[in-house]
């Protein structure tokens, strides 16, 4: 994290010349050569001035070990006061997120044995109406919610545990004969391994929607940094305010969000205008002709 005197896109040059492709040509070839991706940042657009040109040129870059191993966290530009560089924060410790998240369908849940029953068993208005479809897709969420937990909750710790008992076992089968009950339970926790790996690395692969890389490949802790990546893009921890304050709190944010936008869009009218009837029947119409 600091001064790296390049910019990376033409957005990080808003004030000054025109940005050309080999001022970043180097430094975006550094970062992928080095595999490493910049934390989200808020605050001002702009980290360096000398009065004429106004660049972001100060930043914080992180690797995957990074992104597995450490909470999300965003990069706040701060004011430079007598400094021509806006100094850079990161606030490690963070309140955790504990709001009710929405419900969301997993494909691995497609494949389980009793998923067709469950949808069946579930689905019991059989009219037509918006209001039936309504009530049985309630009911369907409800049961594949209920699925979800007692079937695919703490599925990293059941990864580990497997992974843990297989590394037993095997230290185990060193010295021959072995016993004919070691080689079965072996062979059966290598295949829960392998079915419970393949759904840790497909539920990952969905929630980091990376489309381009194919499963089977062990690229779990690539979804897994990927999906933490993208969840601490879309995340809002801090906001700048109108007087240019910096709010954390989670409640103040929904606050000034709700506020901003009430009066961008305005006050609700009371007094909803409708059409007059006989104007719609006995107006003036387009016709085809």
């Known amino acids: 994290m600091g001064d790296f005197n390049s910019i990376l896109t033409t957005e990080d040059r808003p004030i000054g010349s025109q940005v050309q492709s080999a001022e970043t040509r180097d430094f975006q ?12 940042a808020v605050g001002r657009i702009f980290t360096w001035t000398n009065g004429h040109v ?24 701060m004011d430079p006061l007598f400094s ?11 309140q955790r997120d504990t709001k009710k998240r929405p419900f969301k369908f997993f494909n691995c849940l497609a494949q389980h044995p009793k998923f067709k029953n469950k949808i069946n068993a579930s689905w019991q208005i059989k009219e037509r109406s918006m209001q039936g479809v309504w009530q049985n897709l309630k009911k369907v969420r409800r049961e594949l919610q209920q699925m ?15 992974r843990d008992e297989l590394i037993d076992i095997q230290s185990h089968m060193r010295i021959i004969p ?6 079965d339970e072996e062979k059966e926790i290598r295949t829960q391994l392998n079915k ?17 890389l194919k499963l089977g ?6 979804f897994y940094a990927s999906m933490k990546n993208r969840k601490s893009q879309n995340q809002i921890t801090m906001l700048t305010k109108d007087d240019n304050t910096v709010i954390r ?41």
């Open 249 to 289: 709190d989670s409640e103040e944010i929904t606050r000034e969000a709700v506020r901003f936008y009430q009066n961008l869009l305005g006050q609700a009218n009371s007094l909803m205008p409708t059409p007059k009837p006989a104007v719609l029947r006995d107006g003036p119409v387009l016709s085809r002709t």
């Open 84 to 94: 021509d560089h806006s100094p850079l924060s990161i606030t490690m410790e963070e």
């Open 29 to 40: 070839e550094c970062i992928t050569d080095c595999n490493l991706t910049e934390l989200a």
């Open 54 to 77: 106004f660049s972001r040129i100060d930043r914080a870059l992180v690797n995957a070990e990074w992104i597995l191993h450490m909470p999300i966290v965003q990069v706040l530009v």
């Open 217 to 222: 490949d062990s690229n779990t802790s690539y």
């Open 196 to 212: 419970w790996s393949r759904i840790e690395e497909a539920i990952y692969k969905q929630k980091s929607r990376m489309q381009w």
């Open 178 to 183: 072995i016993p004919q009950y070691m080689i």
């Open 148 to 162: 979800n937990q007692r079937e695919y909750m703490g599925l990293s710790e059941k990864v580990h545990k497997l």
